[in-house]
């Protein structure tokens, strides 16, 4: 591990918790509350509580994601190691208290759901636990983004819709595939900002294992494909107006241009942000699409 990586700046609370990811919880949460509602199956207590849940576990989530990173800490003497171990255990420590909150809110929701919901919810934590936990540890073996995919894209939006209506569709798991794609490709601007920091340090994330070019190939190809999905989508009656999808079209150009950044260049940071305020504008547009 080279210098570059012996800092805990990046465990810092504030920028552990990867606030512009809430995007993800928004977006995923919100076009399954939606979906329920224009179609008179909305509950508005469950749907803030779905709405409360999913932030959290988004937070969480963020938190514990450098919990693998212990592995590189300890062991090591001098201030910046006892920081940096600090630091992620205390993130490690806010995220479980997170999970039982939302966890205290999801069994709320089985009680007024019912239990298939208890099901789809503790196939998603012990799914979930394993993105940093041992021993399979998907960040670690490249795993991470198809798993974002299905956990916090496809299982979060249909969950929802779920859990505020009662009801399950199959259809919406169709439905999700674009945003599921961005939030994605949201981990994948992760993986390309710390391409060389996880590299150093042997952290065989998929952008790792692809190699840097290759994983800018793949970033773009989900940024685009959410369109021609959409109108698929929209071709098989799934969505109504893909016109609203125009808009996001504004702003998808921020971090495109960042792709043009070399690994080592400071301004490859503001991939991420850039990437969830186009997921977030996107996902926007999509929901009025589907309503």
Not at 1 to 8: E, F, I
Not at 247 to 252: D, E
């Amino acid at each position: 591990m080279d210098r570059s990586n012996l800092h805990p700046e990046k465990y810092r609370f504030a920028k552990a918790l990867r606030p512009f990811s809430f995007s993800v919880a928004l977006i995923t949460c919100g076009l399954g509350i939606a979906v329920a509602f224009s179609m008179g199956e909305g509950d508005i207590a469950r749907a803030v509580a779905v709405m409360m849940a999913g932030i959290l576990l988004q937070a969480a989530s963020n938190l514990a994601n450098d919990h693998a990173d212990l592995h590189f800490w300890n062991g090591r003497a001098g201030l910046l190691a006892e920081q940096a171990i600090q630091q992620i255990r205390r993130n490690f420590a806010i995220a479980g208290l997170f999970v039982l909150l939302a966890t205290a809110i999801g069994l709320w929701l089985v009680w007024m759901t019912g239990w298939p919901l208890f099901l789809l919810g503790l196939f998603g934590v012990i799914t979930g636990y394993f993105y940093t936990g041992e021993p399979i540890v998907y960040k670690h073996r490249g795993w991470g983004v198809p798993a974002v995919f299905l956990l916090t894209g496809v299982l979060m939006v249909s969950g929802s819709y779920y859990a505020v209506s009662g009801i399950w569709s199959n259809e919406l798991i169709w439905v999700s595939i674009p945003v599921s794609l961005l939030t994605a490709a949201l981990l994948v601007s992760n993986e390309i900002r710390d391409y060389l920091d996880d590299q150093s340090s042997s952290i065989r994330t998929l952008t790792v294992r692809m190699g840097f070019d290759a994983s800018r190939i793949l970033y773009i190809s989900l940024l685009l494909m959410v369109y021609p999905i959409s109108y698929y989508l929209y071709l098989n009656n799934l969505i109504m107006n893909p016109v609203y999808l125009i808009f996001s079209l504004l702003v998808i150009w921020q971090p495109i241009k960042l792709l043009k950044c070399s690994p080592d260049d400071y301004h490859l940071t503001n991939l991420p942000p850039t990437t969830g305020r186009f997921f977030l504008v996107f996902g926007i547009c999509f929901i009025f699409s589907v309503l």
